[in-house]
């Protein structure tokens, strides 16, 4: 199965949303209907998490915040996740992947009345391969004349089965002791992009196209003292610019104004240099001569960017100097060389002039919306499943591979997984994409899909 850069940091915008520190995060997986919904509202003590009897509805929010004994934890629900276009195994075992890769400890809820069914025997192997913590929730254990069930479900190999019942509560105290026990006191995960203080931005391009002359421009008399600005690293390569009312970092600007005249290594250096200011920034602005032809060089630095996963604007610089012809060129130009970038809000600008660096800001503001913007689990599978429908994937030796299931894994920038039924071709990746696109914007912000073959 493939395993590229599976990252779930489900939680990421919800805490900075909240304000504080990362929280220790409890998944909740099981099949359909054994009640995960209905035990996230008892975890939660309110009727957060809608609970649907209809099997196939989707909920768009998966993680909450809960807190037992004085312990504060995020839950993800992973009820509501069974689509039209899965089948309940897959399904299933893409809730607790999700599960494995985003949680600190899992709650596996397996209906009592029922018993052990071939679904949990196969989600039992996934977790066990994972080696989180498991606490064996034994559910709808309503009365006593239950319990006898409950025991039989010691047969899973997941150590004490907990009888409760989601429904009125019975059993659901000891077994939340059971999981802060298993929950550490931070998240194993940390999140890469740090939140907080005034945006980032790298101005790049390379040697000549007017850098130093366009941040001379922007700054201007605007220039902020960086001690004035709270919480912000008094890193002197980095200067505080105010634009558009707000106030901006713009990353190791030391590389842009001293202009180092190195014999042999320009470019290696150039390039260090741009990859430091593109790893410390949020967005990365790429200033291109337009006056002259896109080069490998303009090619390369936006790659270095996106690649990064920075949002991403581009800046035609030096618009003072462009006749008609060569406007008309640049055109060509930018349809044949960029391409692969047609998502990025574009200005063109003068730094000599001034010209447009009021659509700076806007541009820059766009891009790390779409950054940070996040669909939700039930938008992507009701989008999925169109595509599904309608755009299926080319037949491949009498094989067709088929999207079962997909979830945003993060943001800045957006990832997605796909759980495919098989290798999903580039060509048809790249249409998904597109197709992303078209749906929900990400104007300015690279695209990470990974594909994860379910067999
Ligand atoms: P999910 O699909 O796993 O999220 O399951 P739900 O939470 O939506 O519950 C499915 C059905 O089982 C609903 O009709 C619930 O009311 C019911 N249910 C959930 N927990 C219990 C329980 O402890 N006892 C009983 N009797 N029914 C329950
Ligand atoms: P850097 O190496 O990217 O920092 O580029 P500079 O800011 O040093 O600019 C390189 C040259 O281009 C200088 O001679 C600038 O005066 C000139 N330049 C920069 N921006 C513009 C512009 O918008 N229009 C014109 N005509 N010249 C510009």
């Not at 809960?66 to 399904?91: H, P, Y």
Request: charge should be negative; proline fraction near 5%.
């Amino acid at each position: 199965a493939a395993q590229e850069g599976f990252d779930l940091t489900e939680v990421e915008g919800d805490l900075a949303a909240a304000g504080h520190g990362p929280l220790p995060v409890l998944a909740v997986v099981g099949r359909p209907n054994v009640g995960k919904s209905t035990l996230v509202n008892r975890i939660l003590g309110r009727r957060e998490a809608v609970v649907e009897d209809r099997p196939g509805v989707t909920r768009d929010r998966v993680t909450y915040e809960a807190e037992w004994s004085g312990r504060r934890f995020k839950v993800v629900d992973t009820g509501g996740w069974e689509q039209d276009v899965l089948g309940i195994d897959a399904s299933v075992a893409a809730q607790a992947e999700f599960a494995i890769e985003a949680a600190d400890a899992v709650v596996f809820v397996v209906d009592a009345t029922v018993g052990a069914t071939d679904t949990d025997e196969a989600v039992v192997k996934l977790l066990r391969r994972a080696g989180k913590p498991v606490v064996l929730c034994a559910n709808k254990v309503d009365g006593p004349s239950g319990e006898a069930d409950a025991a039989m479900l010691w047969s899973l190999g997941l150590g004490e089965p907990y009888p409760v019942s989601a429904l009125h509560g019975r059993g659901t105290g000891d077994m939340l002791d059971a999981v802060l026990e298993a929950l550490p006191e931070a998240p194993a995960q940390t999140f890469g992009a740090t939140v907080g203080g005034p945006r980032r931005i790298a101005l790049i391009g390379r040697p000549n196209v007017g850098k130093s002359s366009l941040l001379n421009k922007v700054a201007g008399e605007e220039r902020v003292v960086v001690n004035e600005v709270a919480g912000t690293t008094r890193d002197p390569v980095d200067e505080m610019i105010q634009l558009g009312g707000i106030t901006w970092k713009f990353v190791d600007t030391a590389g842009i104004r001293r202009r180092v005249h190195l014999q042999e290594g320009a470019d290696y250096y150039a390039s260090l240099r741009t990859a430091a200011a593109v790893e410390k920034a949020e967005v990365a602005v790429v200033l291109i001569d337009a006056s002259e032809s896109i080069s490998v060089q303009d090619q390369r630095i936006i790659t270095m960017a996106v690649e990064a996963g920075r949002a991403l604007v581009i800046a035609y610089n030096k618009w003072d100097t462009l006749d008609e012809e060569r406007r008309y060129y640049l055109e060509r130009e930018i349809e044949t060389e960029l391409v692969q970038i047609q998502w990025a809000p574009r200005v063109n600008v003068s730094a000599r002039t001034g010209r447009h660096m009021e659509k700076l800001v806007p541009a820059i503001e766009t891009a790390l919306a779409g950054w940070e913007t996040r669909v939700p689990t039930g938008r992507l599978n009701s989008f999925l499943g169109e595509i599904v429908a309608s755009h299926p994937h080319p037949i491949r030796g009498g094989k067709q591979p088929r999207i079962l299931f997909g979830t945003q894994a993060g943001t800045r920038p957006p990832r997605f997984v796909l759980f495919a039924s098989g290798f999903l071709e580039a060509g048809y990746r790249r249409f998904i994409e597109r197709r992303l696109r078209e749906e929900f914007g990400f104007e300015g912000t690279p695209l990470q899909i990974s594909v994860r073959v379910r067999e």
